[in-house]
């Protein structure tokens, strides 16, 4: 506290003696060295405290680092063989599937480029041997039995069914095979199934006329209705809008890790699952008690004879009807959705599609369905549809599981690993396909490309796509109707993903107008 004192006849002010003054701005400014003092101890605590905290940030930095090292070191060393294949493992359970799921195809260039068309990798939970080399995938999809089964992802088998046909081996494959090539053969579709494909199309297309609409979203619904409308005449409802919701949630599950926590897509996938078996349950106990004839896929699959050795009971019958709808949806609805976007953006391919289609309308009454003769005639259709499948990859390649040893290009594939054969690239081969980055549906109509050894758009072997004419069948209905209806601009420039999934992340808009 200031005590004042007369000097001199001056009266004057001073502090205690355990204060001083100083000048500053101007201004007198009283300072306690005590509170200066612990201040002064406060602010080197502080400070301590800071660089014990640093210090701790910067030693769990490190130990983590150093973790990670070890882990992946460890999970290298553990898969070093010298029989087996280079390449690298990743983390020891993820391995290197986020590398593999973001960047997809340079993922793989990449690996190409440091390790050869065969190598080692450990992808979708599993390790597994990358294979690029066009001559051995034939031979391994021409084998299969000979030390190969199939081995798709855990995710897959589980979302679509231990019995579905992509899953399922040795004599029940053969089984389930045959009744798959029953339900969609040529006279089948010719006689049943094309004119419900017709029906559906004109309808469903026929108010977009002065809209813009997202393609993407209306190929997805349009591909998946037709399905449902052709495996069991379900038509535009609450059963089907119900299928479409958990059917989408179903497929998103198909491609994931097997993690099954809340919110990731494996379980969203097996919740979905779930939902479409009771379902299609429901839908066959209906089916048994009407005396309804339907004409569908699922009659003739109740109508199997007893006695027959292709006797499928409820489960294999559900699961070869996910299996139909989860391949004609993924399948129809990109390859329609990237067609438009390709006959789009190429004026002479729309021209020459156009025309080949207004010829066959203009030799029809507007009530006339499309009938066998005409989709057959629809060559440069065919074309553009082949052209699509090779420039919009809807399957990169086809997952095989070794029962043995193999013995590959001097390597040694252990038993039970996994080997991708991956067909994406055969696509982009210059020798195969010149100028492979131009979008030339008449590369189809000049060679006969589609009977080449190394063709694999539909895959190979005894697992080569048994509903490829029916997916053809339902595009090419598709663009006739569109394309001989409407005229159509891009809205927004909207951007596209090839990997792992053909999508338009914000949709693929288009403004639509009769012709």
């Known amino acids: 506290m200031l005590r004042p004192v007369t000097c ?22 009283p300072i306690n060295r005590h509170a200066d003092t612990k201040a002064e101890s406060c602010r080197s605590s502080s400070l301590v405290a800071n660089m014990v905290v640093l210090l701790m940030v910067l030693g769990l930095a490190l130990a983590f680092l150093v973790t990670c090292s070890s882990l992946l070191r460890w999970n290298e060393v553990r898969y070093r063989k010298k029989s087996l294949p280079p390449g690298t493992m990743g983390w020891p359970v993820f391995g ?20 050869g068309s065969l190598f080692k990798s450990h992808i979708l939970g599993c390790p597994t041997v990358v294979c690029m080399d066009p001559e051995l995938n034939r031979f391994i999809l021409m084998n299969e039995g000979k030390g190969f089964i199939p081995g798709y992802p855990q995710s897959m088998l589980d979302v679509l069914g231990r019995s579905n046909i992509a899953a399922v081996h040795g004599s029940l494959h053969k089984i389930m095979r045959s009744v798959m090539l029953g339900l969609v053969s040529p006279p089948l579709i010719r006689d049943q199934l094309l004119p419900k494909i017709d029906e559906f199309m004109r309808s469903y297309i026929d108010d977009w006329n002065g809209r813009v609409i997202d393609i993407q979203e ?3 619904e349009m591909a998946l209705m037709s399905a449902l409308k052709q495996i069991a005449s379900i038509e535009t409802g609450p059963v089907s809008k119900g299928l479409r919701t958990e059917i989408f ?7 994931s890790l097997p993690i099954n ?5 494996y379980y969203r996938g097996l919740k979905a699952r779930k939902k479409v078996v009771s379902m299609l349950h429901g839908i066959i106990e209906q089916r048994r008690i009407s005396k ?8 003739h699959l109740l109508k199997i004879d007893p006695s027959s050795k292709v006797k499928l009971d409820d489960e294999q019958i559900i699961d070869l009807m996910i299996a139909l709808i989860y391949s004609g949806y993924e399948t129809v609805s990109t390859t329609s959705m990237m067609a438009v976007k390709y006959i789009h953006d190429h004026p002479r391919v729309l021209d020459e599609l156009r025309n080949e289609h207004l010829k066959i309308h203009n030799e029809k009454s ?18 553009v549809i082949l052209e699509t499948l090779r420039m919009a990859t809807v399957v990169n390649g086809v997952l095989r599981k070794t029962t043995q040893d193999m013995e590959m290009k001097g390597f040694t594939i252990p038993k039970g690993w996994r080997i991708y054969v991956y067909t994406r690239e055969i696509n982009y081969d210059p020798f195969m396909y010149p100028e492979p980055l131009t979008f030339n549906p008449w590369r189809w109509q000049e060679s006969n490309l589609d009977s080449h050894q190394h063709f694999m758009l539909f895959g190979g072997g ?18 006739h109707y569109f394309v001989t209806r409407y005229r159509w601009e891009e809205v927004g420039g909207d951007k596209i993903l090839k990997f792992p999934r053909v999508q338009a992340p914000n949709g693929l808009h288009i403004r639509v107008w009769e012709n």
Request: hydrophobic letters at 35%; one cysteine or more; glycine letters at 6%.
């Open 462 to 479: 005894s697992r080569m796509c048994p509903g490829k004419e029916l997916g053809t069948a339902e595009i090419a209905t598709f663009l």
């Open 96 to 115: 290197e599937t986020t590398e593999f799921l973001k960047q997809g195809p340079s993922f793989m260039k990449n690996k190409r480029l440091r390790h």
């Open 249 to 255: 949630k179903l497929v998103l599950g198909t491609l």
């Open 366 to 383: 507007r009530k006339d369905a499309i009938d066998w003769n005409n989709y057959k005639s629809m060559t440069f259709t065919r074309a």
């Open 292 to 299: 309804c004839s339907y004409n569908d896929i699922l009659d």
């Open 218 to 220: 209306k190929t997805k």
């Open 8 to 29: 001199c006849g001056e009266t004057v002010f001073f502090f205690p003696q355990e204060q001083v003054t100083f000048f500053f701005c101007g201004m007198w400014r």
């Open 261 to 265: 926590i809340p919110g990731t897509n």
